[in-house]
């Protein structure tokens, strides 16, 4: 038989949720490499960080991990699965871990390092980030929210080179008049490719 | 959904858009400890602490968890304010007063009790009762193993319950032919809208044991918030997550429930594995407690002047069954001496053992506690290592020092 047992997600949580993601501890550091980035997001959301800085589990006992997580609520896909499983085997394994490294995810090199230098030189990771929102969406909200428009190419690629706001809320962003059409291209090409 | 759940998310919702608000007035002046916010209808961590004794030790605050070290556990009951906190969500504030218990699933008459009904309508009980995590003294095993980090002697406590007897409610629903387990729900909230609620099943035989309860009080006062309030399941002597806290839903099963905290987690090998191996397919439910002890007294460094004898106390307990035999070594386990037993408590209380040390040197003397149980069974030397570190019950030394 089926129980029919009340869901026990509630505007509350929502709520919590939200106020949590506001005040997370910025404290809790875990080491730089690659997929860091996506493990802050993924993790800090319900549990504080030590409970991975404190972890030395094997490759497969994270993947049981990460698996026991997504049942509880964690919201990653399988890529990401996979980025956070490298990470925490790599540097929260029961092997001696690896030197710190750049995280290249949040770096935006993960589209070749001709994307993470338009991203420098326009400025747009002052206020986009890969997976988590800052001032703006993050690329892969964007990329979420435009998924099957055919139009989004062409109206992306105005909105860079010219500023927007009101899309996503007030604040505007502002226009990246000096960018070429083929760097256009590149830039809105990798951001709609996010997931 | 039942009435009470309904107010509890409408009054959730309300409180929500509340705190939202009041989030964003902070943000002008940067509050000092941006954790603190409360999240809306649930109790603060630092709003629980306060009721705790400055001994608890906290091991993670989301999801909150804590306990005192055995030697702040000397009491024959112990106290509201040392019993282990275990959270695996947010400590929900319900209201007593709208709160509602339903009994369901295959069942002949689906019933619903507000908590001043549940007392009257059947024989109230009062027992002591030992709880304990699944995961109490994890890190005791090498390697470590996933999980809350409870210290050797962390995660356990044996207050008095009040409360009905599950088995009384059961009978007056009529149990069909196929119910074979019963399964708790928590009212307790997620942080993320996608968080499943806590639910646990437990097999008809523990149901219809008659110290098995639906609780309302702890050492005669209201269960504290953080432990239930205001009714909890009591399921004494097993896994502390089978005592399903913030207890609105009962549901009558044919089979064990099928979900997340009985799946993924509260799992333990058949046998023994290779440690750092992960949990394999032949896994169990965790189920009773193995037999332990923990040496309440004297505390570990503690300092003792002269040949006058040296009082050695703790409290031994097992899952089912009963404790027969606690021993005590002075020389590291080489020979063990039979410590005095109080008498044997309600069935599921934890008993008092105590032994009387003649110093025979100056310096740093350790003592060992070791118990054995009706079945012949005793605190292994290492106990076996399991992928989610359950079951921890190693024998517990502690050293004090002997001075001229």
């Not at chain 1, 699965?81 to 001696?96: E, H, K, S, V």
């Not at chain 2, 709003?47 to 968890?65: D, F, G, I």
Request: proline share 9%; net charge positive; charged share 20%.
């Amino acid at each position: 038989m089926r129980p029919e047992f009340a869901f026990a997600s509630t505007a509350a949580a929502i709520a919590a949720a939200a106020v949590f993601t506001l005040a997370r501890a910025q404290s809790e550091s875990l080491v730089s490499g690659p997929g860091v980035g996506l493990a802050r997001e993924k993790c800090q959301v319900c549990h504080e960080l030590g409970h991975i800085t404190r972890s030395r589990l094997s490759r497969e006992e994270w993947s049981d991990n990460l698996h026991r997580m997504r049942q509880r609520g964690a919201q990653f896909d399988d890529r990401e699965f996979a980025i956070l499983l490298d990470y925490l085997a790599a540097y929260y394994g029961r092997d001696p871990a690896p030197p710190p490294a750049p995280d290249t995810l949040a770096a935006g090199a993960q589209g070749g390092d001709a994307v993470a230098g338009l991203l420098q030189t326009h400025a747009c990771s002052a206020c986009h980030a890969p997976d988590k929102r800052l001032v703006g969406p993050s690329f892969r909200e964007v990329a979420q929210r435009y998924a099957g428009d055919a139009g989004a190419p062409r109206r992306l690629a105005q909105r860079i080179r010219t500023g927007s706001q009101g899309v996503w809320g007030p604040v505007p962003m502002p226009p990246a008049a000096a960018i070429s059409d083929a760097e256009l291209a590149t830039l809105v090409e990798w951001v709609l490719s996010q997931k | 959904m039942d009435q009470s759940r309904r107010k509890f998310l409408e009054g959730a919702a309300g409180l929500g858009a509340l705190a939202l608000a009041g989030g964003a007035l902070a943000q002008d002046k940067p509050a000092a400890k941006p954790d603190s916010a409360p999240p809306p209808g649930t109790i603060p961590n630092e709003v629980v602490k306060r009721e705790k004794n400055p001994a608890m030790e906290y091991h993670s605050e989301r999801p909150l968890t804590g306990s005192v070290p055995a030697h702040h556990h000397d009491f024959d009951v112990t106290p509201n304010d040392r019993m282990f906190i275990r959270n695996n969500l947010l400590t929900p504030d319900l209201d007593a007063a709208q709160h509602r218990l339903t009994i369901r699933g295959l069942v002949d008459r689906e019933l619903s009790f507000s908590v001043e009904e549940l007392k009257k309508a059947f024989p109230v009980i009062t027992t002591q009762a030992m709880l304990e995590c699944a995961g109490s003294g994890r890190t005791a095993f090498v390697p470590r193993a996933s999980g809350t980090t409870w210290s050797p002697t962390g995660g356990m406590g044996c207050p008095m319950w009040t409360g009905v007897r599950l088995a009384d409610l059961l009978r007056a629903a009529g149990l069909k032919a196929n119910a074979a387990h019963v399964a708790g729900q928590g009212g307790d909230p997620g942080i993320v809208p996608t968080a499943p609620p806590v639910i646990r099943s437990i097999p008809m035989r523990k149901a219809m044991e008659e110290h098995t309860l639906v609780a309302w009080e702890m050492n005669g006062t209201p269960l504290p918030k953080v432990h239930g309030f205001p009714l909890r399941l009591v399921v004494p002597g097993w896994v502390g997550s089978a005592s399903i806290k913030w207890l609105h839903t009962l549901s009558v099963l044919d089979a064990p429930f099928k979900g997340t905290y009985m799946d993924d987690s509260y799992r333990i090998p058949r046998y023994p594995v290779e440690p750092g191996t992960r949990m394999p397919p032949d896994a169990v439910s965790t189920e009773d407690w193995p037999v332990k002890s923990i040496i309440t007294y004297p505390a570990p460094n503690a300092r003792f002047k002269g040949s006058a004898p040296i009082p050695v106390r703790g409290r031994a307990w097992v899952g089912e069954g009963h404790v027969t035999r606690v021993e005590i070594s002075v020389d590291e386990g080489k020979t063990w001496q039979r410590a005095r037993l109080a008498p044997r408590g309600d069935k599921y209380a934890w008993r008092t053992f105590t032994f009387e040390y003649q110093p025979e040197r100056f310096g740093y003397v350790t003592f060992l506690a070791r118990a054995w149980d009706d079945r012949g069974n005793v605190q292994p030397i290492v106990p076996p290592w399991n992928p989610l570190g359950y079951f921890w019950n190693g024998i517990h030394r502690v050293g004090v020092i002997v001075e001229a």
